[in-house]
């Protein structure tokens, strides 16, 4: 017989599964009246203090939301911002290949800019060696840093990065030319390996004209590959030197073959800037 006033036992599995029940509930987070902790006569946690409570207005979830969104958009926006400040090493890139070249050619006695090549600022021997190696070095860094940058742009844009990676390959190539001097047979090995960096415009074009936006970005790529391919012809010439076009192009060779550094520089400064004005409308245009 059971004295009246004491409880039966429950049921060992059904107590059990109600009590793990109400422990599983007793570690939510959200404090309520109804909180499991009370129900089991365990003491009440005071979760405010770790963490903070939720605003229970309009105005102040209104703020919360405001802040939040601006957070989350600077974070989007972080590596846009450093995209932006490696597209700028297109045009540096450029403006110091041409003073380089210039600054190296002044300081060599009797040297032409143009008959004689850009090779022959750092031959063997040549007392520009070392400086023409240094630019062309420091000119493949900034070519690889614009590169990155122009492909993270066009991913953001939706557009190939296939740009992005023939502008590496002519990195490449630049610095295999200032590590192996004329008349080193890797110097040419690297030289006829830039005209793989030479298709670049083209390819770029191509990718932009998926995009109505970037409809100047292939109008000008388009332009300058034209001017790209016309150099290339010319300094073709040098393979057959007693055909008729050597002889007329042999006089002032080293202006051919400028003519073909600027071009192809001249558009890697310019798509450099359009891309950046791409990029800055597109961004407005998320905002």
């Not at 570690?27 to 405010?48: C, E, F, M």
């Not at 102040?60 to 939040?68: E, S």
Request: proline fraction near 5%; include cysteine; hydrophobic fraction near 50%.
């Amino acid at each position: 017989m059971e004295r009246a006033g004491r409880h039966r036992p429950l049921d060992s599995s059904r107590s059990g599964r109600a009590t793990s029940r109400r422990l599983d509930k007793a570690q939510w987070p959200r404090v309520s009246v109804n909180h499991p902790a009370r129900t089991l006569g365990i003491k009440r946690v005071d979760y405010a203090k770790e963490r903070p409570a939720e605003p229970n207005n309009t105005a102040a979830r209104a703020t919360l939301w405001r802040a939040l969104h601006v957070d989350l958009h600077a974070a989007d926006l972080r590596p846009a911002m450093s995209a932006h400040y490696r597209l700028w090493f297109g045009p540096a890139a450029a403006f110091l290949l041409s003073i380089g070249i210039l600054a190296i050619g002044q300081a060599i006695p009797d040297y032409s800019h143009v008959r004689q090549t850009v090779s022959e600022l750092g031959e063997i021997g040549s007392p520009g060696r070392i400086a023409f190696s240094a630019l062309l070095l420091l000119v493949a860094a900034f070519l690889a840093i614009f590169a990155d940058g122009a492909a993270r742009a066009l991913r953001r844009m939706g557009h190939s990065s296939l740009p992005a990676y023939l502008i590496g390959a002519m990195a490449i190539s630049t610095a295999g030319v200032g590590i192996f001097p004329f008349p080193d047979p890797l110097h040419n090995v690297f030289g006829m390996s830039e005209l793989v960096g030479y298709q670049a415009p083209l390819v770029a074009a191509v990718a932009a004209t998926k995009d109505r936006s970037t409809k100047g970005i292939a109008v000008f790529s388009v332009s300058m590959y034209a001017v790209v391919l016309l150099a290339i012809a010319m300094n073709m010439s040098v393979l057959d030197r007693h055909g008729d076009i050597w002889i007329r192009v042999q006089p002032f060779y080293g202006i051919v073959q400028r003519a073909l550094f600027t071009a192809w520089f001249l558009w890697c400064a310019g798509y450099g800037v359009l891309l950046m004005n791409a990029r800055r409308r597109d961004d407005h245009s998320l905002m």
